[in-house]
C-alpha cells in the first residue's frame, strides 16, 4: 500500500455539492439489469441504494398455476448459471413432502453434476470479477474450460444453459456412457488452468492491489445481513449447508469448507471472497474425484421413482441447498392438489446484494465495481 | 434446542402471545404468535444464549383465504438448529411491527413482502416497492390479484 | 463483393475495380456492423460465451459498444419487463440511424415462457421497437445466433441505396415496405408519447430524475 499523502486544501474555499449519479440498469459492470443510484463526494461513494426489479418476471405469480413437474424450468431459468444447482432444493423438498427415497446412484449423478456446475459458476464469477479488474485473457481461458462442462450437459440432457435434468423422484435421463471419462478430463483441465489462473490473475500484483482492503465485510455484519455462500465464507465464517445440515451424500464424502483468512489484506475483502471461489472449484474436483470412484458401472432406469401424476399432501416445507452463490431455499406450501399453494424462493443474490451499501460506503466509484464484482450476483435471481 | 423446547420457554417468557405450535410429518415446526410484540420475541430469540437466532434464512408473506400471514424462518448458526415463526394479520388492516432492527436482511424481505402482499411494516426505515414498478398498482401476489391491461401505454396481456 | 477473400488475383491490369459506389459502402457497413452491449436476462450468458474464446465472435467483425451511440445495432438479449421498457425504448433513440435491432430468444421474441402469467414481462419486445431479426430458442445456441447475425449482414449488404426501387425484387419490396411501416409507426407513437409527456405535469424532468423526486417525497 502506498503511502497516503495529506494535501492541504482550504475546503471552505471550494465549492463542492454532493452529486447523484446513475449507474445501469444498462451499464457493462452491473452484471444485468441492476440500477445503482450511487451519491458521490467528489470520487467517493457516500451512498449507494441498489434499484431492481428490472427483471421481475413474476416466478412466484406463475408457480401457483403451473403444476409441480412444469416449475423445474422456470426455477432454471431464476440463477441462469447454476441451473443443476437451482433445481437441486425443489427436487429435494418436493422428495421429502412426497415420501420418495431416491437411490444412491441417482444421488451420486445428482451431486456430481451440482459440483460441476458449482466449477463452471465459480469460472464465470472469477472471469467476470477478473473483466472488471480490467483483465480479459483470464476470461478467455476459464471460459474455454466453461465449454467442456456445458458439452457434459448437453449431452446429458440437451440444453447448454437451460436444464431441466432434476426431476421429482429421479433424472430426465441416465448420464451418457463416457461420463465418467469425461468427468476426469474435465477436472484435469480445470486444475491446469486453475493454476494458470491463480498466476495470471490472483497473484498479480496489480490485482491485489485493486480488491485488498476493499469492501471489508466483517462477519458479524454478514450474519445480521442473512448473506451466504462465499461472500459469507470469505468473511471467516465456517458455515456451509453441505456440511451444516448435509443433503444427498454430502456427509460421506471428505472435502474441506474454504473460508477466507485474510492472507493479503484484511479479512473479508474483495480479495478473500474471491480466494474463496477459487478454492472451491478445487474442493468440487475432491468431490467429483470421490464420485467417479464410487461410481456404479451398471446402469439403472432413472425415471422409475418418477410419479406420474405429482400430488404431494398438505403441508409446507423450507427447502435449501448450498448453491455456489450461497442458500438458496424454496418454501413449498401444498394444499393437497396439483398447484402449488405458495412457493416461495428464498433467492441467494437478492439477500447479497443487500449488503452492498452497507459496505461500500467510503470507496472510490472504481472500488464500487469491484465490491459490486466480488458479491457475484446474478440478476434474474434477485427479480425473480 | 428442539421445537417443543423453543415453544415452553417461549411460552413461558411471553404467556398469551404465543398462541400455538404446530409440529407433525408434514410440516416443518412452526409457532404462530401473536402480531403485537414480534419485536420483543424476536430480540429474545436472537439473544438468549439458549436460542441465538442470528440468521434471518428468510421471511415472506402468505395469502390465506382468512388472513394474511408473515412466515420469518429462523436460523441459528452457532447452535444450528431452526424454527418458522409465522404471524397472522387480519386482511383489513395487514400491519405488523418492521424487525428490520434485529436482522438486517429483513429490510429487503419486508419490502417485497409490501410490494406482493401489501403488508404494512410499521417503522420499517424505507417501505417502497422493489421489484415492480414505483408507480405499479395493486399487490400481484394476492390470490384475487387482476393485471391491468396496459402499463405505460403498453398492452400486457398476450 | 468478397475480393478480399480470394487468393489468386482475379483482376488483371493495374488493380482498377469497377463496381458501384454503393456496392462499397453496404460491404463496409456490412462486415462491420458495430453492436450495443446490453445483456438482459439468460441469453447474455450465452452470448458471453458467443464472445469469448470458442465461438468468437468478432470474426464476422462485430464489436462490442458500450455506448448506443457508437453502434449500428442493438442486440435484445432476454426478457423484456415492464420497468425496463421506457430505458430500451431510450437506448433506441440515442442510437444513430440507419440502425437495426435483433430480438435474441424466445422471451424478447414473444414473452417466452411467461407469455401467460407474465403480468410484468412484456410480451415480445416488438411492442416498444422495430425488429429486424429474429433468433428462435430458449435460450439459442450460439450457431443459431450466428445464423441470425449472417440474416442481419445480408440484409445490410443487399440495401439499395441509389435507384432503391428500382433494382428490387418484388419481395424485397413487400420486406421493406413492412419494414419501413414498422418503423413509421414506432416514430408516429414516439412522437405523440413525447408530446403527452411533455403536456403532463412534470415538464423538464427527465423520467430518471422523477424517480429520484417520486424518493424524496417518499422519505
Not at chain 1, 57 to 73: L, N, T
Amino acid at each position: 500500500m502506498t503511502e497516503k499523502r495529506i494535501i492541504d486544501v482550504d475546503y471552505s474555499q471550494v465549492d463542492t455539492e454532493r452529486m447523484r449519479i446513475n449507474m445501469g440498469p444498462q451499464h457493462p459492470s452491473t452484471h444485468g439489469v441492476l440500477r445503482l443510484e450511487v451519491e458521490v463526494d467528489g470520487e467517493i461513494v457516500t451512498d449507494v441504494v441498489p434499484h431492481i426489479g428490472y427483471l421481475h418476471r413474476c416466478f412466484e405469480k406463475a408457480c401457483e398455476k403451473m403444476s409441480y413437474p412444469q416449475v423445474i424450468p422456470f426455477i432454471d431459468r431464476m440463477d441462469y448459471i447454476a441451473s443443476m444447482n437451482n433445481e437441486l432444493p425443489y427436487v429435494v423438498g418436493m422428495e421429502k413432502l412426497m415420501g420418495i427415497n431416491v437411490p444412491d446412484r441417482i444421488q451420486l449423478i445428482r451431486m456430481a453434476f451440482a459440483e460441476l456446475n458449482r466449477i463452471a459458476n465459480h469460472q464465470l464469477a472469477v472471469a467476470t470479477f477478473g473483466l472488471d479488474a480490467g483483465a480479459f485473457t483470464p476470461f478467455l481461458y476459464l471460459f474455454r474450460d466453461r465449454e467442456m462442462i456445458l458439452n457434459l450437459f448437453e449431452k446429458a440432457s440437451g440444453g447448454r444453459l437451460l436444464y431441466n435434468y432434476f426431476w421429482i423422484g429421479g433424472l430426465m435421463h441416465d448420464v451418457p456412457p463416457t461420463f465418467k471419462q469425461e468427468c476426469l478430463n474435465i477436472i484435469s483441465t480445470v486444475r491446469k488452468t486453475n493454476e494458470e489462473v491463480m498466476n495470471l490473475l490472483i497473484g498479480n500484483s496489480i490485482f491485489i492491489e485493486r480488491t485488498i482492503n476493499v469492501g471489508i465485510l466483517p462477519a458479524d455484519v454478514a450474519v445480521n445481513f442473512g448473506v451466504s455462500g462465499p461472500v459469507l465464507r470469505g468473511s471467516g465464517l465456517n458455515y456451509d449447508l453441505r456440511r451444516s445440515e448435509p443433503y444427498l451424500l454430502y456427509d460421506k464424502f471428505d472435502f474441506d469448507v474454504v473460508v477466507g483468512k485474510g492472507e493479503m489484506g484484511t479479512l473479508g475483502d474483495c480479495w478473500d471472497r474471491n480466494i474463496v471461489r477459487m478454492r472451491e472449484m478445487e474442493e468440487s474436483c475432491k468431490i467429483i474425484e470421490q464420485i467417479i470412484a464410487n461410481f456404479p458401472d451398471e446402469s439403472s432406469d432413472v425415471r422409475a421413482l418418477v410419479p406420474r401424476r405429482v400430488k404431494p399432501p398438505k403441508g409446507e416445507i423450507y427447502s435449501k441447498a448450498e448453491n455456489p452463490k450461497g442458500e438458496l431455499g424454496f418454501y413449498i406450501v401444498s394444499d393437497g392438489t396439483v398447484n402449488p399453494y405458495r412457493m416461495r424462493a428464498r433467492a441467494t443474490s437478492f439477500v447479497n446484494l443487500s449488503v452492498l451499501p452497507e459496505i461500500s460506503k467510503g470507496y472510490m466509484i472504481a472500488d464500487l465495481i469491484m465490491i459490486l464484482g466480488s458479491l457475484d450476483i446474478v440478476l434474474g435471481e434477485i427479480d425473480r | 434446542m428442539t421445537a417443543n423446547e423453543i415453544y415452553e420457554k417461549l411460552k413461558s417468557e411471553f404467556g398469551d402471545e404465543i398462541i400455538s405450535l404446530t409440529e407433525d410429518a408434514a410440516n416443518e415446526a412452526f409457532i404462530v404468535v401473536k402480531p403485537q410484540r414480534i419485536v420483543e420475541i424476536c430480540l429474545v430469540l436472537r439473544d438468549d444464549p439458549n436460542f441465538k437466532f442470528d440468521y434471518m434464512a428468510n421471511l415472506t408473506g402468505m395469502d390465506y383465504p382468512n388472513n394474511l400471514t408473515v412466515v420469518y424462518h429462523l436460523y441459528s448458526i452457532p447452535l444450528n438448529h431452526r424454527i418458522v415463526l409465522k404471524v397472522e394479520l387480519n386482511k383489513e388492516n395487514p400491519s405488523v411491527e418492521s424487525v428490520e432492527k434485529v436482522w438486517k436482511t429483513a429490510n429487503w424481505h419486508e419490502r417485497e413482502a409490501y410490494d406482493m402482499f401489501g403488508i404494512i411494516f410499521e417503522n420499517h426505515p424505507f417501505l417502497v416497492r422493489i421489484l415492480t414498478p414505483y408507480d405499479w398498482e395493486g399487490h400481484p401476489l394476492r390470490k384475487d390479484y387482476k393485471e391491468p391491461e396496459t402499463y405505460h401505454g403498453v398492452k400486457i396481456a398476450y | 463483393m468478397g475480393l478480399l477473400n480470394r487468393l489468386d488475383d482475379p483482376i488483371q491490369g493495374d488493380g482498377i475495380i469497377l463496381g458501384t459506389v454503393e456496392d462499397l459502402l453496404n460491404w463496409g457497413r456490412s462486415k462491420s456492423d458495430w453492436y450495443l452491449q446490453f445483456g438482459l436476462a439468460c441469453c447474455a450468458i450465452e452470448f458471453m460465451a458467443l464472445n469469448a474464446a470458442h465461438f468468437d465472435m468478432m470474426r464476422f467483425g462485430a464489436i462490442p459498444r458500450t455506448s448506443p451511440r457508437q453502434a449500428d445495432f442493438i442486440i435484445v438479449s432476454g426478457t423484456v419487463t415492464l420497468k425496463m421498457a421506457d430505458r430500451i425504448k431510450t437506448l433506441y433513440e440515442q442510437m444513430s440511424e440507419p440502425r437495426y435491432v435483433m430480438s435474441m430468444g424466445s422471451c424478447a421474441n414473444t414473452g417466452g415462457p411467461y407469455w401467460e402469467h407474465g403480468y410484468h414481462v412484456v410480451k415480445g419486445v416488438d411492442r416498444l421497437i422495430p425488429v429486424d431479426v429474429y433468433v428462435p430458442g430458449c435460450p439459442p445456441r450460439p450457431e443459431a445466433f450466428f445464423e441470425g447475425l449472417v440474416k442481419l449482414q445480408k440484409m445490410i449488404s443487399t440495401q439499395a441505396i441509389f435507384r432503391k426501387r428500382e433494382k428490387m425484387s418484388a419481395e424485397d419490396l413487400a420486406a421493406l415496405e413492412l419494414r419501413n411501416k414498422k418503423i413509421q409507426e414506432y416514430n408516429e407513437r414516439a412522437a405523440q408519447e413525447n408530446i403527452e409527456f411533455t403536456n403532463a405535469k412534470h415538464v423538464g424532468y427527465s423520467r430518471y430524475s422523477l424517480d429520484f423526486l417520486n424518493k424524496g417525497e417518499q422519505s
